[in-house]
């Protein structure tokens, strides 16, 4: 028999930035059939939603979770997380060639992975989530890095002809086969050596299938503005939807070039470019600790890195480069994960402290962990400002994303608590964004800019994603420390239709 849920007397935000009004909301087997005031169909279950928020499940459209999504984690849920889109910054579990092991190394320091997995395709890896026990609405965009891995390696440089075509090729029918666009990484190698006219080729075929295209920018830091600008051009060039990724100025002297960034963007959005942004709501971010390195040094792989600084002379070379242009201070970088036992102590504490412990330059020990760990070290960020935050959540161009991953040590809170802590300190409490406006940067705007289909609303016809919350108690008191400790306030979540959370209040039939 078809499950019937009536959910009563709750205050509906339906995700289109419209205010927030009383109704009922019936659902049906996988689908919403009713908003207003409903009539209980027989057999149902009622769930009274007196002074709580019924919101469309939240769409985390920027995480790195390809290969967890297939595991349905409880953190997820205990967000009200119904939607994911992977695949992002250029780092996608397939296609998987004869490169599969590079690929495997490319990306497993942000997928938190062992041992072998890799996909073929898009669709392989699409009907692999469909065929697991996940009940979340999972979307993936294409890596360039692992497009460009599968054609040639874990190299540097221009591609031939031929191998920009065969990427192309590739990418047109992985976005036939259902993945909702590109993404590339132009701060991780090998996408970061990507000319331009490689990526505008790419944009092309993203532009024809009417796809999205997400981008890790070359520089969130002295570069930005140059980095935005090409993202730009590469949008007027082909007539691509382009979405920047955690936009950000990275490092405290470079916090000024925010504004001029963003109005870059809100002008091009002006003359009718299809650009946006998303970003977290925090003031530190997270990635894997080779992409502080110089890009010439990761040239060939992992391996090929840890024989550079081995060698005296490209260890002098690469540490130069690095102090003369890292934007972050040492006392700004944090360790997250590391793979061995022996350096599970330098977890939770940043260079400068380590530094100041073994008696070494901060950067020599960075250089040593790399070496100890080869490369598998995930590191925390200090970023941006409290005012630059601000500007970006509460931006009409930005959606909010968790940008989260697990790590082999502590993840950074945005994996266990971006949408509670979204909606509860900064809309509740700072009262930065109306309520409206914030669910529809978690719902609505993120389907609308991937082309999810019939989700993202709370609308008769669409699938029945529905996060129920006390808007008095949402909120995530996971911190840096202590970045595990799940959210409050979500009461209910439904997935298709099923209820896969139930915290509070009574069920009746």
């Known amino acids: 028999m078809t ?7 709750g205050t509906v935000v339906d995700g289109t930035g419209a205010p927030p009004y009383q109704a009922d909301v019936l659902i049906v087997g996988e689908l919403i059939v009713e908003i207003g005031r409903c009539e209980k169909p027989r057999e149902c279950d009622v769930i009274d939603c007196t002074d709580l928020i019924i919101a469309p499940g939240f769409i985390d459209s920027h995480n790195h979770l390809d290969l967890q999504v297939h595991e349905d984690r409880p953190e997820r849920i205990h967000q009200g997380i119904t939607g994911e889109v992977v695949g992002n910054c250029g780092f996608s579990p397939y296609p998987a060639t004869q490169y599969a092991a590079d690929l495997r190394a490319f990306a497993s320091g942000l997928f938190c992975s062992q041992g072998e997995w890799g996909w073929s395709s898009a669709g392989e890896y699409i009907s692999s989530i469909s065929n697991s026990k996940t009940e979340a609405s999972v979307a993936s965009l294409v890596g360039h890095g692992s497009l460009r891995i599968a054609t040639a390696g874990n190299r540097l440089g221009p591609l031939t002809n031929q191998q920009v075509a065969s990427m192309c090729d590739l990418l047109d029918d992985f976005l036939k086969a259902g993945a909702v666009g590109l993404s590339t990484g132009l701060m991780y190698v090998p996408g970061s050596s990507a000319p331009f006219d490689e990526l505008e080729q790419l944009c092309r075929v993203v532009a024809k299938n009417g796809k999205t295209y997400a981008t890790h920018i070359r520089s969130y830091s002295d570069k930005l503005v ?16 382009l979405q920047i990724s955690h936009f950000q100025a990275a490092g405290a002297a470079n916090w000024h070039l925010q504004q001029i960034a963003l109005e870059k963007l809100e002008r091009a959005h002006d003359e ?15 990635t894997v600790m080779t992409m502080l390195m110089p890009a010439w040094s990761l040239d060939g792989g992992v391996e090929s890195m840890v024989a550079r600084l081995l060698d005296p002379a490209q260890r002098r070379r690469i540490s130069s480069e690095i102090v003369a242009t ?33 008696e070494v330059d901060p950067v020599n020990v960075m250089l040593d962990l790399l070496i100890e760990e080869k490369g598998m070290v995930n590191v925390l ?33 945005r994996l266990f608590g971006t949408f509670p802590k979204f909606i509860g300190t900064y809309c509740r409490d700072h009262q930065w964004i109306t309520l409206a406006e914030a669910v529809s940067k978690i719902t609505d705007m993120p389907a ?8 993202g609303r709370l609308q008769a016809g669409f699938i029945a994603n529905v996060t129920v919350f006390d808007l008095n108690e949402i909120d995530s008191p996971a911190t840096y420390e202590q970045p595990t400790l799940p959210p409050r306030g979500v009461k209910y979540v439904f997935r298709k239709g099923t209820n896969c959370l139930s915290q509070t209040n009574q069920l009746e039939r």
Do not use: M
């Open 3 to 9: 499950r019937k849920t009536l959910l009563t007397k």
């Open 226 to 241: 140059e980095a935005i600008d090409e993202q730009l051009e590469l949008a007027r060039r082909t007539g691509c939807r």
């Open 272 to 286: 009718g470019l299809d650009v946006a942004f998303d970003c977290y709501p925090y003031i530190a971010g997270s």
């Open 326 to 358: 890292l934007p972050w201070r040492w006392h700004d970088i944090y360790i997250a994960g590391v793979e061995s036992e022996k350096n599970k102590k330098a977890i939770q504490r940043n260079l400068l402290e380590l530094s100041d412990s073994a």
């Open 381 to 413: 960020l200090f970023n941006q400002s409290e005012s630059n935050l601000k500007q970006t959540l509460s931006h009409p161009l930005s959606i909010i994303v968790s940008d989260g991953f697990y790590v082999k040590g502590l993840p950074h809170p």
């Open 448 to 455: 609308q800019r991937f082309g999810l289909k019939k989700t």
